[in-house]
């Protein structure tokens, strides 16, 4: 499939051309940093697959997609899942959110191939990659007008604060963000972070000491309730 990758973010452009790259049944063709620059290119050109921003300045994703005049087959992707009902109203394959793992890019692919090609035998997309899926050590999270790509070494602890939480890092700044602490706690229990406190995820790496039903994480004292107590003690052999 040919395909174009359409976001205003360098880092999240850098990381789908990773991943295309991965895929031997796509052909990344041209990538754009805005939407506008790129709809003569979609008029005039045969592609087979968008991977489309929705939050870009000026000219959003929609914006796109309802002024070219070819459609190609779209997997929108987005830090915000607001979009979703109206994504796929448009007819999209799929719809990513921030950060998107490779697994679930390579899913989408699947279902852009059944769509363009029910007769193909897809299972062959993931057959034939030649090279593994990487471990993802980092992710995009939305801060004011930008997605800041966070490394998950350099997380220090978050701390939940109703609908967004605080992101606090090893360069004694945090970050905020509008996201919940349960989708965070769903991504990060697979990274060596653990969840100790309806308030708090921590990554355990950065632990310094542990006193009764506090963890020294830097210099700040993090409750430990009793409703995480034992899981958190297990997944450290306390």
Same mark, same amino acid.
């Given at each position: ?95 990513? /959110? !921030?950060? @998107?793992?490779?697994?679930?890019? +390579?899913? *989408?692919?699947? %279902? ?94 950065? /632990? !310094?000491? @542990?006193?009764?039903?506090?963890? +020294?994480? *830097?210099?700040? %004292? ?17």
């Amino acid at each position: 499939m040919k395909c174009v990758i359409i976001d205003d973010e360098p880092l999240a452009v850098e990381l789908l051309e990773d991943f295309v790259g991965k895929v031997d049944s796509l052909e990344l063709i041209s990538t754009f940093n805005n939407a506008i620059d790129a709809v003569s290119f979609i008029n005039q050109n045969n592609v087979d697959l968008i991977f489309l921003d929705i939050q870009m300045p000026h000219f959003s994703g929609i914006d796109f997609l309802n002024t070219i005049e070819k459609k190609p087959l779209v997997i929108f992707t987005t830090a915000y899942s607001d979009y979703a009902v109206e994504g796929f109203n448009l007819g999209a394959v799929d719809y990513l /959110v !921030k950060p @998107i793992p490779f697994h679930r890019f +390579l899913k *989408s692919v699947v %279902r852009a191939q059944q769509v363009l090609n029910p007769a193909a035998n897809v299972q062959a997309i993931s057959e034939n990659t030649t090279v593994p899926e990487l471990e993802q050590d980092f992710m995009f999270v939305r801060a004011e007008y930008e997605n800041v790509k966070m490394n998950f070494a350099d997380i220090l602890f978050i701390e939940g604060l109703k609908d967004y939480v605080k992101i606090y890092t090893t360069d004694n700044k945090f970050t905020l963000t509008l996201i919940s602490l349960i989708k965070l706690e769903n991504l990060l229990s697979s990274k060596g972070f653990s969840r100790i406190h309806r308030s708090y995820i921590i990554n355990i790496k950065h /632990v !310094k000491s @542990i006193q009764k039903n506090k963890v +020294l994480i *830097s210099d700040k %004292r993090i409750p430990i309730s009793e409703s995480y107590k034992n899981s958190f003690f297990e997944r450290i052999n306390l």
